[in-house]
């Protein structure tokens, strides 16, 4: 029987999403290529499958995957396989570039696309509140608002297709680079010998105030509840980012926009993979500043 919405990735954070649709009553066929995740997605009601081809006949597609080539090669698979639903959401984050031609590829086969890629973390997937950067035409994005609003509580329309992806770039590219700016004063501040909480209460009470220092602060210690805390656990990890930061800088190379720091920042990040940091949250270059590039 046709399902109201296909959900494909339930990973770290589509399998919350997939869960607050489930619970808001939605009729939802769910796929992802671990086997584990999709059994826990069946037990809280989910029909499930283990062919993606399984979901032609889900009107809304929702796809929550790591990057550009997963979600081509889905799209791709669908299509040919005669998906006969009306309506693609893409909430990963991949190249604006891809992400454009894709939906210009949906277009022609008469269905509507929106790139809706996120912020909030696993934290506002779980709890409902993601804010949304929807790409797309207004038309689409009112046909599937009532989907968005039950997984986020802030939808931004960006602009035509791929624009959200651009948005969601651009902020993970300013992120990064005051990451490592906060990791590299606060790391000189404790060579020099002053205490991390002390500078940190400067810092965030004047002008180097962001929120990598007032609200992700990477010294251990400084606040609690962040993956600092917490021997960089959980959070947001140093791949992903490193990830963000090679789809921002070829993004912005592809219309000759400079990003030096936007550049040096994925080196950092680069070099972290290379001392197997990867896992770690990405404030964790506060440590690979101090050397301390052990797991
Ligand atoms: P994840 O790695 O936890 O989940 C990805 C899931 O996709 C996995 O379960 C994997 O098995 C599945 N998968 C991979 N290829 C597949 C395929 N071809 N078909 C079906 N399933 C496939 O990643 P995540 O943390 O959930 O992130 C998903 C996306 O959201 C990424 O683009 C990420 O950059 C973005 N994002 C993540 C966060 C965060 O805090 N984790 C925040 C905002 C945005």
């Given at each position: 029987?046709?399902?109201?919405?296909?959900?494909i990735?339930?990973?770290?954070?589509?399998?919350?999403?997939a869960?607050n649709?489930?619970?808001?009553?939605v009729?939802l066929?769910?796929?992802d290529?671990?086997?584990?995740?999709v059994e826990d997605?069946?037990?809280?009601?989910?029909?499930?499958?283990?062919?993606v081809?399984?979901?032609?006949?889900?009107?809304t597609i929702?796809?929550?995957?790591?990057?550009?080539?997963?979600v081509?090669?889905?799209?791709?698979t669908?299509?040919?396989a005669?998906?006969?639903g009306?309506t693609?959401?893409?909430?990963s984050?991949?190249?604006?570039?891809?992400?454009?031609?894709l939906?210009?590829?949906?277009?022609?086969?008469?269905k509507?696309?929106i790139?809706a890629?996120?912020?909030?973390?696993?934290?506002?997937?779980?709890?409902g509140t993601?804010?949304?950067?929807?790409?797309?035409?207004?038309?689409t994005l009112?046909s599937?608002r009532?989907?968005?609003?039950?997984?986020?509580?802030?939808?931004?329309h960006c602009?035509?297709?791929?624009?959200?992806?651009?948005a969601?770039l651009?902020?993970n590219?300013?992120m990064?680079?005051?990451?490592?700016?906060?990791?590299?004063?606060?790391?000189m501040g404790?060579?020099?010998?002053?205490?991390?909480?002390?500078?940190?209460?400067?810092?965030?009470?004047s002008?180097s105030?962001?929120?990598s220092s007032?609200s992700?602060?990477p010294?251990?210690?400084v606040?609690?509840?962040?993956?600092a805390?917490?021997?960089?656990?959980g959070?947001?990890?140093?791949s992903?980012?490193?990830k963000d930061?090679?789809l921002?800088?070829?993004?912005?190379?592809?219309v000759?926009?400079a990003?030096?720091?936007?550049?040096?920042?994925?080196?950092?990040?680069?070099?972290?993979e290379s001392?197997?940091?990867g896992?770690?949250?990405?404030g964790?270059?506060?440590?690979?500043?101090?050397?301390?590039?052990?797991?």
């Amino acid at each position: 029987s046709a399902h109201s919405v296909g959900f494909i990735g339930l990973g770290n954070m589509g399998a919350s999403m997939a869960s607050n649709l489930l619970s808001d009553g939605v009729s939802l066929k769910a796929f992802d290529l671990n086997k584990s995740v999709v059994e826990d997605l069946a037990s809280k009601g989910a029909s499930v499958t283990d062919k993606v081809e399984d979901m032609v006949d889900c009107e809304t597609i929702i796809t929550m995957l790591p990057s550009s080539p997963h979600v081509q090669g889905t799209v791709e698979t669908l299509l040919s396989a005669g998906w006969s639903g009306k309506t693609w959401i893409d909430s990963s984050t991949i190249d604006p570039i891809i992400s454009k031609s894709l939906g210009e590829a949906l277009e022609a086969e008469g269905k509507g696309k929106i790139d809706a890629p996120v912020s909030g973390g696993v934290k506002g997937a779980a709890a409902g509140t993601l804010t949304f950067m929807v790409g797309g035409a207004s038309s689409t994005l009112e046909s599937v608002r009532p989907y968005l609003s039950v997984m986020g509580s802030n939808i931004v329309h960006c602009g035509s297709n791929g624009s959200g992806q651009t948005a969601k770039l651009c902020n993970n590219l300013a992120m990064a680079i005051q990451m490592v700016g906060t990791a590299e004063a606060l790391n000189m501040g404790d060579s020099l010998g002053l205490d991390p909480k002390i500078l940190a209460g400067i810092m965030n009470t004047s002008t180097s105030r962001c929120w990598s220092s007032d609200s992700y602060n990477p010294y251990p210690g400084v606040l609690d509840g962040v993956p600092a805390s917490n021997n960089y656990e959980g959070g947001f990890g140093s791949s992903l980012m490193l990830k963000d930061l090679g789809l921002a800088t070829s993004a912005a190379g592809a219309v000759k926009s400079a990003t030096p720091l936007g550049n040096a920042t994925k080196e950092i990040y680069t070099m972290m993979e290379s001392m197997e940091m990867g896992g770690k949250d990405f404030g964790a270059v506060l440590q690979f500043l101090k050397g301390n590039c052990g797991n």
